[in-house]
């Protein structure tokens, strides 16, 4: 059966208001399941998770859910599934536990092409003991960050590697097996920041090679959460400061606090949601997930054809995704004519499309872009043929409100 996306819009309310939305490597709109499960779970007794009355086994059932439901998503085993705040906070927290045991003479390798997020705890936490950085660069022409560049980089004291699976500024996905098996036959670790990937293509932790990887499930119709999956058997050498009474068990071991139950439950359904997207599919939530990613990924990328075969009519637009493999991510500059004011034009007719470096400073910086970015153009499993002609519609009109250079 192709791809019904009018019946995945019928099920997100947000989508109601009327804009065609190009804004979700921000952060997607939220389908009424998932809202659902945030409602339930707040319906009903909870407590400290237990087994004694009924609140307790409630948020034990959540929690099993969730960690389930992520490790299906991931390719990962539920012992191996940390929750979190955010990706940010939970790679904070991983850089200052591993650094624990690095100190002067250790390196570690930072991507150019990633969200600060993936840069700055590695840098900040190598800062702290006396570790040395160590810089993986990409081609500012062709977008692509190959293992050749991580290989430059790498050195007998190399301790972790740090990369994106997938660019959310520009959408370029290295290619993350090779770079693993380089980053593992020198002896180190490898952290994958999958933030954007997961939310365009099915992830297997085993067969990226990652050793940690995190995910952020707002960006793939979830809450507003962070996830961290590796092996349990890696999780059980962390040290991570902790509170004294909290269990040493993984993967609680790991996290602070009692978890969001709320935001659990509907990371699960978002999950679920996303495993439904194959219709006919039969088998395992993982095997309908892979099913669903393969729809997912032919639309999406049918739609990225499409805006781009429109944007090579118009004059006066540059376009700076330009990688072999890539997701459904396109930002765009306009020579003579500023990316804020092209988002704001946008905006007034009825296009969401942001404006800016999202994060990705040191990417937008090699680009020659400097702070300011650009626009950025992303798609999600909701956007459809209509949103795609109104954003060419409206880039259209707006190189011909607004000349280059007046």
Same mark, same amino acid.
């Given at each position: ?64 859910? !969730? ?51 993936? &840069?700055?705890?590695? &840098? ?61 036959? !020198? ?62 068990? &993984? ?55 499409? &805006? ?99």
């Amino acid at each position: 059966m192709p791809f019904d996306v009018h019946a995945v819009r019928a099920q997100i309310p947000a989508l109601k208001s009327g804009s065609a939305r190009f804004d979700a490597p921000g952060g997607t709109q939220t389908p009424q399941p998932v809202i659902d499960a945030i409602t339930d779970a707040l319906a009903n007794p909870l407590a400290v998770r237990g087994t004694q009355n009924e609140g307790e086994r409630n948020a034990e059932a959540i929690v099993a859910g !969730a960690r389930s439901a992520l490790a299906d998503l991931l390719g990962a085993e539920p012992r191996g599934i940390v929750f979190g705040r955010s990706s940010t906070q939970l790679t904070y927290d991983l850089a200052r536990t591993l650094a624990k045991d690095w100190g002067p003479g250790d390196e570690v390798v930072v991507s150019r092409l990633d969200h600060d997020a993936n &840069i700055r705890p590695w &840098i900040q936490a190598a800062e702290a003991v006396g570790a040395t950085v160590r810089w993986a660069e990409f081609d500012p022409a062709t977008a692509e960050l190959t293992p050749g560049h991580v290989a430059a980089v790498l050195g007998a004291r190399t301790r972790l590697v740090a990369v994106t699976g997938a660019s959310n500024l520009v959408g370029t996905r290295p290619d993350l097996p090779a770079i693993a098996g380089l980053v593992h036959a !020198a002896g180190a670790l490898l952290h994958v920041d999958a933030v954007h990937y997961t939310a365009h293509a099915a992830v297997d932790l085993t067969a990226v090679g990652a050793d940690f990887l995190v995910c952020s499930p707002y960006k793939f119709l979830g809450p507003h959460m962070g996830v961290l999956a590796s092996r349990p058997e890696l999780l059980e050498t962390l040290r991570p400061d902790k509170l004294l009474p909290s269990t040493d068990a &993984i993967p609680e071991r790991l996290e602070l606090g009692t978890l969001p139950y709320e935001l659990l439950a509907a990371a699960r359904a978002a999950v679920d949601f996303i495993a439904s997207l194959a219709p006919g599919t039969e088998g395992t939530r993982r095997e309908r997930l892979l099913a669903a990613f393969e729809e997912i990924e032919a639309h999406e990328d049918a739609l990225r054809a499409r &805006i781009e075969t429109g944007l090579a009519a118009l004059d006066g637009i540059t376009v700076h995704s330009r990688a072999a493999r890539r997701t459904p991510t396109l930002l765009l500059t306009f020579p003579g004519r500023s990316a804020a004011l092209a988002s704001r034009y946008l905006a007034e007719h009825g296009v969401d499309a942001p404006a800016g470096s999202f994060y990705a400073l040191e990417a937008s910086r090699h680009l020659g872009l400097g702070d300011g970015g650009g626009l950025r153009i992303g798609l999600a499993p909701y956007s459809s043929a209509e949103d795609a002609d109104r954003l060419l519609d409206a880039l259209a009109a707006f190189l011909t409100a607004h000349p280059a250079d007046a």
